[in-house]
Every structure is written in structure tokens, then in C-alpha cells.
């Protein structure tokens, strides 16, 4: 079984992330999109309603191999736990590539027995981030086709009543 954690703060979960996960989806066994628990930030969700968020959006695209999750501490440690041996990420432009290099290999040095896998993001949703989401819908701008239509209600709700 190829098993794949797929982590991140998914704070929220965007169109961008779903496109990597669709990929690894497609190439893997199962993903696990795996929360994770300790960010020092203020989230706009609490992990929990993240994690729910999550498993909205993988039902709405009939995503059968998928499984959510969250997780605290290393996440070699973690993708061990549930026996993944591949590490799911995915690059944007530059932006993305130091950060990603250097977390990468660390991982790497912690678990050379975990591969991370890395998929370019999709063009037409490589400028979208969590934090662009939650600064244009704050400020009431349209976030149609940054976030799984099924999610969207929640997050324009959630950032009102901020
Ligand atoms: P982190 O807080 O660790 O950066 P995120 O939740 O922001 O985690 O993102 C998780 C993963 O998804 C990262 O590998 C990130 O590069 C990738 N990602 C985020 N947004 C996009 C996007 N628009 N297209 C492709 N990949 C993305």
C-alpha cells in the first residue's frame, strides 16, 4: 500500500490544495490530509473545524482513498504512525522552493525511509494561499474558485463574524 500524509495548516483549505491532492489522489493508494496542530498563529478555524472542512470538500469531489486527520509533534513521526512512506507537498512559484528544500531535507535526514513527493501547483490556482483568502474575503471581496464551493458559506461566515 503506498500511503501519503498530505500536512499543512489548511486554514483555510483552498482550490490550490485540493489540485495537489487530487494529484497525489490519483497516484497513491491513500492520502491522509493530516491538520496541523501546532501553528503559534491565531487560526480563523480551530483544527477541528478545519478537519471538518476537509472531509466536506473530499466528499463533494468523490475522493475515495482520501482520509483527514490532524497531528502535533514531527511529522515523520507522524506519517510513521500511520504508516506513510511518502510526504505529499506541493510547490508554487520560487516562493515556495527555499522553504520547501530545506524542510524537505531535514525530513530526509529525520526519515530516509519517507520520500516527499512534490506537485507543481495548477496554474490557474498557483496565486492562491490561506492568507489571500482570508485578507479578500475579509475586506468582502469574491472568493468564488479560491475554496471548494461547499466550504465557502462557512468561511464567509466565519471571517464576518470575525
Ligand atoms: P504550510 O502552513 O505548511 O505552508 P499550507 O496549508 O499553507 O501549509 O500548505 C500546505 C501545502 O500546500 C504546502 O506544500 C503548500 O506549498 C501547498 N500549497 C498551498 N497553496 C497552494 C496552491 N495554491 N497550489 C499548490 N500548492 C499549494
Excluded at 6 to 29: E, Q, R
Excluded at 77 to 88: L, Q
Excluded at 120 to 136: C, G, L, Y
Aim: some cysteine.
Amino acid at each position: 500500500m503506498a500511503i501519503g500524509v498530505y500536512p499543512g495548516s489548511f486554514d483555510p483549505f483552498t482550490c490550490g490544495h485540493m489540485d495537489i491532492l487530487k494529484c497525489a489522489a490519483g497516484l497513491l493508494d491513500t492520502v491522509v490530509v493530516a491538520v496541523l496542530q501546532n501553528t503559534g498563529k491565531t487560526p480563523l478555524f480551530s483544527v477541528e473545524e478545519r478537519v471538518a472542512l476537509i472531509e466536506d470538500a473530499v466528499r463533494a469531489e468523490g475522493l475515495k482513498n482520501v482520509r483527514h486527520d490532524c497531528f502535533g509533534g514531527l511529522l515523520v513521526d507522524y506519517a510513521r504512525n500511520v504508516n506513510a512512506k511518502y510526504i505529499v507537498r506541493g510547490l508554487r512559484a520560487v516562493m515556495d522552493f527555499e522553504y520547501e528544500f530545506q524542510i524537505g531535507i531535514m525530513n530526509n535526514k529525520l526519515a530516509p525511509d519517507v520520500e516527499t513527493l512534490y506537485f507543481m501547483a495548477n496554474p490557474e490556482h498557483m496565486h492562491i494561499s490561506a492568507s489571500i483568502v482570508k485578507e479578500v474575503g475579509a475586506l468582502g471581496g469574491s472568493i468564488d474558485g479560491l475554496v471548494p464551493e461547499v466550504n465557502k458559506s462557512s468561511i464567509i461566515e466565519r471571517l464576518k463574524n470575525r
